[in-house]
């Protein structure tokens, strides 16, 4: 595609409830990386694929994160349990590979968990 | 400490001035920094990577390095209106790093007053 398409761009959930957030990353990118934003807060890493692998998880908060990739292409982040403290935006981001340290950004998911 | 810091701001400048926005970091094998430009609601956009020493200019826009003082910086000429936004510095390990994460600072909000 054009550039990293996130879904779904809004969502809103209650407490306890598990959510998945997927990320496409640009075509031919073989690094990709989820990043979390609170409000007012500059972006935290979760975890780096280097295609289907995942050799960095050391930003995972807790273990109700986990993630998957398919091959070099879809992403998927889910969260279980969620808490009001996972309310953020997701943002992930692709690279063309591990050397080539410019990411670019999708538009991220907006989670508010109620 | 935050391995890399930016002041929060508001940094307020009138229209035409010039914008500075400094960030420092904490890692000295730290290889690249990136200065994103992120509206409110959007997703971080790239406007400047730097990677030696000096000065590297790009239209309005002069991103300053200086590794021994751990200390990167962002003008902007002729500020614009359109130039408030968040400004997000990050700075990339590289090959210290085998993931390549991006390490953000939290931002500085910039406003220009026409």
């Known amino acids: 595609g054009a550039g990293v398409s996130q879904s779904p761009s809004n969502k809103v959930t209650e407490k306890g409830k598990d959510v998945e957030l997927r990320c496409d990353p640009i075509s031919g990118h073989t690094a990709l990386y989820w990043y979390r934003q609170r409000l007012g807060q500059g972006l935290e890493f979760l975890i780096y694929f280097q295609g289907n692998s995942a050799p960095d998880k050391s930003g995972l908060p807790s273990d109700r994160f986990s993630a998957e990739r398919t091959g070099e292409s879809v992403s998927t982040l889910t969260i279980q349990r969620t808490q009001q403290e996972d309310s953020a935006v997701y943002l992930c981001?692709?690279?063309?590979?591990?050397?080539?340290?410019?990411?670019?950004f999708g538009a991220g998911t907006r989670l508010s968990v109620l | 400490q935050k391995e890399v810091e930016q002041n929060s701001g508001p940094l307020s400048v009138p229209e035409g001035a010039i914008a500075s926005l400094n960030c420092t970091y904490s890692d000295r094998g730290s290889q690249s920094f990136f200065w994103y430009r992120q509206y409110s609601g959007k997703s971080p956009e790239l406007i400047m990577s730097?990677?030696?020493?000096g000065d590297k200019e790009d239209g309005r826009f002069t991103a300053q390095l200086n590794k021994a003082s751990q200390y990167v910086s962002l003008l902007i000429r002729d500020s614009q209106p359109s130039d408030s936004a968040t400004y997000l510095c990050a700075v990339n390990k590289g090959l210290w790093d085998s993931s390549y994460k991006l390490i953000f600072g939290s931002g500085t909000r910039l406003l220009v007053r026409p």
């Open positions: 730097i990677y030696s020493n």
């Open positions: 981001a692709s690279s063309l590979d591990r050397g080539a340290d410019i990411q670019y």
